[in-house]
């Protein structure tokens, strides 16, 4: 049984810089999530995909999207890298209902120079 | 707002002892639910153990156990029989039962460091 998958696992990127992220949810499921994680801190909620729309975005400016695929695979974009974007990007997965348990993947750690 | 407080920056146990990590939380929702995740080094967030808050038991996962105190809004969580692999971040989460809220809300973690 395939966990979360995210790709790649390391970016070092400089400011102003775009970014995308990869993440291949848990077989079986059909919810991404995107969390962002300080150093030092709880993760942070940005957004959740389901039916390839976003269904419930945190507080995160607009320089932050994302898509969902129709094999539930999804992508999330940064632009116009700052520097306090460096950090931990996780992605869950889940299924359907959005309140089952969200199971994450191995993240991608992004530096920004 | 949900808000989840974790009090312990950091914790020493004892290789095969039992270990309480403290979770206190706000919510103003009439249902929700409780996680814990822990976080090793590598950085990938493992589901732990859930408990609803109209869940009549305590939640229990193997050496995991969730002492649910809905009066108090606490969820600690107590591992048993620990061992040098629980060394690692844990982190406390609730979720709210509102019909457009799917997020997690975490708190700030816990360091468990079991020594041997």
């Known amino acids: 049984d395939a966990g979360v998958t995210q790709s790649p696992t390391h970016l070092i990127k400089t400011r102003g810089q775009q970014v995308t992220l990869r993440c291949s949810p848990k077989?079986?499921?059909?919810?991404v999530s995107w969390y962002q994680q300080a150093l030092g801190q709880g993760p942070q909620f940005i957004f959740q995909?389901?039916?390839?729309?976003?269904?419930q975005r945190g507080n995160f400016p607009d320089r932050f999207s994302g898509h969902q695929f129709p094999n539930y695979s999804s992508e999330l974009n940064v632009n116009a890298l700052l520097l306090g974007d460096s950090a931990l990007y996780l992605c869950a997965s889940s299924f359907r209902t959005g309140k089952a348990t969200q199971y994450f993947g191995p993240g991608t750690r992004l530096l920004v120079l | 707002a949900q808000k989840i407080t974790q009090t312990q920056p950091g914790m020493f146990v004892q290789e095969k002892e039992a270990v309480t990590l403290d979770c206190t939380y706000d919510t103003s929702d009439p249902s929700y639910g409780l996680f814990w995740y822990k976080q090793p080094s590598s950085g990938e967030m493992i589901f732990l153990i859930y408990q609803g808050s109209y869940d009549q038991q305590n939640a229990t996962e193997g050496r995991y156990s969730l002492n649910f105190q809905k009066a108090r809004k606490s969820a600690n969580l107590v591992i048993s029989a620990s061992q040098l692999g629980d060394s690692a971040m844990y982190f406390c989460a609730m979720r709210g039962a509102r019909s457009n809220d799917y997020k997690l809300s975490f708190g700030a973690g816990t360091t468990v460091t079991v020594r041997a």
């Open positions: 077989s079986g499921h059909d919810t």
């Open positions: 995909y389901y039916e390839e729309e976003e269904r």
